[in-house]
């Protein structure tokens, strides 16, 4: 069995891209984040065309997150319990859609996109670290009440969570840039304290998932790795293989992110 991850910056704007990444990938799993579209705009023939169920999460144009399963897709779950509410200036708060779970294949999948930061003072880091230690709180007692369950935490962290993990730590603390900071890797690391493993970083040592638009980032390979699944013990141990689809963040209409794979013994 195989799941991934992939922020895909726009699912309407990639949809050829997205289904010939799955034809050619043979994923049975995919979490999807930023679709960037409402549930009655999305665009569910592509999955279905392809023999995968879907679910998808999604308000306005902004965020949004989906689960794409051949391997069943049940107890569909919007949002975690608690998870913060977030409006500009405390005004209008809702509940983004950044979080969306389904169990596939006996395996509990969560599509997450964390939010950013945006400034180490914004108001967006306040919520940020909250929204994080929600779902913490929310994953410890999913492993309390079954310490055998299997659980994947996929998705965008938008956090890298040790300094090998951007092009230049330097520039990063210089010039006080989010991702690095010490309350979001401590944020990360409370998810592996745990018991939860960053099982794609074995196979994957050097490698990156994201890389900026601007200033030629990817053809200098100037990237961060900010894209995960967190699996839990009973999960991490069918884990075999791991990579990371760098060729899929090359060409025309390519989405910053690439895809995050992890393949499962049966």
């Given at each position: 069995m195989k799941i991934a991850t992939w922020n895909v910056n726009s699912l309407r704007a990639r949809a050829d891209r997205v289904e010939d990444w799955l034809r050619r990938s043979d994923v049975d799993v995919l979490a999807i984040q930023e679709t960037k579209c409402k549930d009655e705009n999305f665009p569910w023939e592509l999955f279905e065309n392809n023999d995968y169920e879907v679910a998808h999460f999604g308000v306005n144009q902004w965020n949004g997150v989906a689960i794409a399963s051949r391997v069943g897709l049940d107890d569909v779950q919007r949002t975690f319990p608690g998870q913060p509410e977030f409006g500009k200036g405390g005004k209008n708060p809702i509940q983004e859609p950044r979080a969306i779970a389904a169990t596939c294949g006996g395996v509990r999948i969560w599509s997450l996109y964390v939010p950013n930061g945006r400034a180490l003072d914004d108001e967006h880091m306040g919520y940020k670290l909250n929204w994080l230690d929600i779902l913490k709180q929310d994953a410890h007692g999913w492993l309390q009440e079954n310490p055998d369950t299997q659980i994947a935490l996929m998705?965008?962290?938008?956090?890298?969570?040790?300094?090998?993990?951007?092009?230049?730590?330097?520039?990063?603390?210089?010039?006080?840039?989010?991702?690095?900071?010490?309350?979001?890797r401590a944020a990360f690391s409370a998810f592996e304290e745990l018991?939860?493993?960053?099982?794609?970083?074995?196979?994957?040592?050097?490698?990156?998932?994201?890389?900026?638009?601007?200033?030629?980032?990817?053809?200098?390979?100037?990237?961060?790795?900010?894209?995960?699944?967190?699996?839990?013990?009973?999960?991490?141990?069918?884990?075999?293989?791991?990579?990371?689809?760098?060729?899929?963040?090359?060409?025309?209409?390519?989405?910053?992110?690439?895809?995050?794979?992890?393949?499962?013994?049966?």
């Open positions: 998705g965008d962290w938008n956090i890298a969570p040790k300094d090998e993990d951007v092009w230049d730590i330097d520039f990063f603390v210089e010039n006080q840039m989010t991702h690095v900071s010490a309350p979001e018991g939860f493993s960053d099982v794609v970083r074995p196979h994957t040592e050097g490698q990156y998932t994201y890389w900026d638009y601007t200033q030629l980032r990817f053809p200098k390979n100037e990237g961060m790795r900010i894209d995960f699944a967190l699996t839990s013990p009973a999960l991490t141990a069918r884990v075999t293989g791991a990579s990371i689809d760098r060729e899929e963040r090359k060409g025309k209409g390519a989405s910053d992110h690439t895809p995050v794979i992890v393949e499962l013994a049966d």
